[in-house]
């Protein structure tokens, strides 16, 4: 999950459309009853509460998709681009897209860490809807179950995308997604604070290492990163191991444990909290907002808040610092993708596509990368993104030499993530021995 | 024929009272002949059964649907490859017990087993000991106890995912409070990384839990205390057993049923918590505080294999149950012999 920033509630209540809302009610706790019933009683009211909750609130655009499920003009939209940020600049894009089609829609906004159960739930229940966003690396699993429509079909093309970014719609050369635009993730810095140490960002990992011990002392660390036990720990990992010349599909190599012991040096140096093995990416951020961090592993989509919250702190961002001079940065490609659903409902499948294509044309992903700070994927269109928007410009830098998470693995990623995160978590924690730890990982995947 | 004679008897049992929407002079004279009748036929034979069946069909029908349907599915799908598409597709291979296999010959298994053995007993005993003091400190009376019992039950009012929250930033390592605090009394010179080292972290979490489940053994001790009659502290006062000796022959003896009760509650929520982990730690760090609960949580959520996470989260359910079970036996057993 670490490719958008998902505020807990910023979710605005969805318009009452008032219509068989009781059907829903019954439909919505039976399919939230069929999607969790591995659960023993306590934890299943744990998990239970907030899926209601999300039901309960998507009831009203819900109601909407089945009184209209006649219509094939009349598309159902979920994703979980909640903050006013996303949200408005979204609903503008599709409305003046369906306008232009002559469609209409109705958008279903769940909470970022609900949208997998709502799908498991809407999969069980035969209620995909027309149009579905998903995080980039559940892709491949969703695509792989059949839910979803091959693109192709409707003269989708990615002809001009940069290339990994196609890649990440796609499983086993068929492509599923469109992603609009994209996120990465590089490196910020505190120029006041290397100003005054005297000291030049950062290139390679020699110079980050002792940057961040002359600007570590007084209460401020050196450098901030996630190292946390979830995906959003593996994903900052990926750059130092892709860069290095590592590989998930093996990870018992010394360019793999090569990334981790560079890891663990800067804990050891002390130029890093030990924190950082809880910490998030939007807690390093904070870190970094603080002034308790000089440099900060993060992405894009927290330059909003940055902004917003501390307007005083002067800042800046370079690519990812490489094992040795010459080295290329390899960041991970994070950002949400578009799909199709198979509903079963060929005129629908086909308008959603008709949608999702105007819904993608390079002026729309101009608009959504400069309203959210993500880059977009299209190349021409990101290379013109760059030259508007210098600030963003070592983003679409570092988007150009990305690599999508699960290109190699496929569904099988989510498994050699767990491993990743946990491995390091032992170099950082426990002081494995990185190659012993990677070896325990390669194995647990194997 | 069975809802006929109910809904007449309870009929005759309203009208001898004055009943709403019936004026009273009416209530009165319609007393008798239709309600006596069928009240003597619900005394005869066979449908007296139906009857008495028809009364507890709501709650069975309840326990099957909410409690049984969910453990037996629970079970089937332990011996089914029961993953992501399966949402999608509906094809669950039964694949016998290899889910089974998987789940308990993964390494992590024998680490979450241990730590949910730890967890349950560090956090039972914490609870129990320090709730049980509490307890028997505000039986005496003194001014403000009544407002000092109702904060003490604080963070059985908290929502646990706020109490999470709250925690980890007490015990954050670097400007956490509780290492503030204990540098300023001069106990540690070196911060703690409460959840940030896995010698600590179960340690911290264990903590956190203890703290939590300390209002639910007050409030039972303390009203089982309530309910043992002064007078046979004053008798035993007669006979020399105050203090400890009071506390030994008097007190325990008579708690025994509620310290059951806490006991065997304490340790089936115990064994199940998920939440505060996952809300504290996430099961880390490198699988320090991971559980038998947040490892299936794990599974099913995280990997999205539902079989092997079923698998598990059975395997939990026997624990609990084979504890349950020896648990109540010795109970029986010792009051029995009590």
């Keep these: 999950m670490p490719t958008a920033p998902r505020p807990p509630s910023a979710s605005r209540p969805p318009a009452d459309r008032g219509d068989d809302r009781v059907p829903r009610l019954i439909d919505a706790a039976r399919t939230a009853r069929a999607a969790q019933p591995v659960l023993s009683r306590r934890r299943l009211g744990a998990l239970l509460a907030p899926a209601a909750l999300a039901s309960t609130a998507a009831l009203g655009l819900a109601g909407c998709g089945s009184s209209s499920s006649s219509d094939p003009t009349s598309l159902r939209i979920v994703d979980y681009y909640n903050t006013p940020a996303d949200d408005v600049v979204i609903e503008e894009t599709f409305t003046k897209s369906a306008k232009d089609l002559g469609l209409t829609f109705s958008r279903e906004k769940v909470p970022g860490d609900q949208l997998i159960p709502k799908v498991l739930q809407m999969g069980s229940s035969k209620t995909l809807p027309d149009i579905l966003m998903l995080d980039n690396p559940d892709l491949p699993q969703l695509a792989a179950s059949g839910a979803l429509a091959p693109l192709e079909q409707y003269g989708f093309s990615t002809e001009g995308f940069t290339p990994s970014i196609a890649d990440l719609g796609m499983l086993d050369g068929t492509l599923y997604a469109i992603a609009p635009t994209v996120n990465t993730i590089a490196l910020f810095f505190n120029v006041p604070m290397l100003e005054k140490a005297g000291i030049d960002p950062p290139t390679t990992w020699e110079e980050t290492r002792e940057a961040a011990r002359v600007l570590t002392g007084d209460g401020t660390y050196g450098i901030a990163f996630s190292a946390i036990a979830t995906y959003e720990g593996t994903f900052q990992f990926m750059p130092f191991m892709w860069s290095n010349g590592g590989d998930e599909k093996d990870l018992a190599t010394p360019e793999v444990a090569g990334a981790a012991e560079f890891w663990s040096q800067l804990l050891q140096d002390g130029s890093a909290s030990r924190s950082v093995v809880n910490w998030g990416q939007g807690d390093a951020m904070d870190q970094f907002k603080a002034g308790k961090a000089a440099m900060v592993v993060n992405g894009p989509w927290n330059i909003a808040g940055l902004t917003a919250d501390t307007p005083d702190l002067e800042w800046d961002v370079v690519t990812l610092p490489v094992p040795r001079s010459g080295a290329e940065s390899i960041a991970p490609l994070g950002g949400e993708v578009w799909t199709v659903p198979v509903t079963g409902d060929e005129e629908k499948q086909r308008n959603a596509a008709k949608l999702l294509k105007s819904f993608v044309a390079p002026e729309n992903q101009l608009r959504m990368g400069t309203a959210r700070s993500t880059i977009p994927g299209h190349a021409a269109t990101a290379e013109q993104f760059a030259s508007e928007h210098p600030d963003l410009a070592t983003f679409v830098e570092q988007v150009s030499t990305a690599r999508a998470r699960t290109g190699e693995l496929g569904p099988e990623w989510p498994r050699t993530a767990k491993a990743i995160y946990t491995a390091n978590q032992e170099v950082l924690v426990d002081d494995t021995d990185p190659a012993k730890a990677f070896d325990e990982a390669a194995r647990t995947v194997s | ?338």
């Design chain 2, 1 to 338: 024929m069975t809802s006929t004679s109910t809904a007449s008897s309870a009929d005759g049992l309203a009208s001898v009272g004055p009943r709403d929407g019936r004026p009273a002079p009416r209530a009165g004279t319609a007393d008798g002949a239709p309600a006596a009748r069928p009240g003597r036929r619900r005394r005869r034979g066979g449908e007296g059964l139906l009857v008495r069946y028809a009364f507890i069909a709501p709650a069975v029908l309840y326990l099957l649907l909410f409690y049984g349907y969910p453990i037996v599915k629970n079970v089937v799908m332990s011996f089914q490859a029961y993953d992501f598409s399966t949402f999608f597709n509906g094809s669950a291979p039964f694949v016998g017990l290899d889910n089974y296999a998987t789940a308990l010959s993964n390494p992590i298994f024998l680490k979450a087993l241990a730590n949910t053995g730890l967890f349950t007993v560090g956090s039972i005993i914490g609870q129990f000991v320090i709730g049980l003091g509490l307890s028997l400190y505000f039986r005496k009376h003194f001014p403000l106890s009544g407002v000092l019992r109702s904060l003490l039950l604080l963070p059985w009012l908290l929502p646990m995912i706020v109490s999470a929250a709250v925690w980890r930033w007490i015990l954050e390592q670097d400007s956490g409070v509780l290492n503030r605090f204990l540098e300023s009394i001069g106990l540690i010179s070196e911060p703690i990384g409460w959840l940030t080292s896995s010698d600590t972290a179960l340690v911290a979490v264990i903590m956190v839990n203890i703290w939590l489940g300390i209002p639910f053994n007050v409030a039972l001790l303390y009203s089982g205390l309530q309910a043992i009659p002064e007078e046979l502290y004053e008798a035993g006062q007669l006979d020399g057993a105050t203090g400890w000796k009071a506390f030994r022959h008097i007190t325990l003896p008579l708690l025994r049923p509620v310290v059951s009760v806490v006991l065997l509650l304490g340790v089936i929520y115990t064994i199940k918590v998920l939440d505060l982990i996952i809300g504290l730690t996430g099961g880390g760090p490198a699988n320090a505080t991971q559980t038998l609960a947040t490892r299936s949580y794990e599974l099913s959520f995280l990997e999205f294999d539902f079989g092997q996470g079923a698998a598990l989260s059975n395997v939990l359910i026997l624990i609990a149950l084979l504890f349950s079970v020896v648990y109540l036996r010795a109970n029986a057993r010792a009051a029995k012999n009590g």
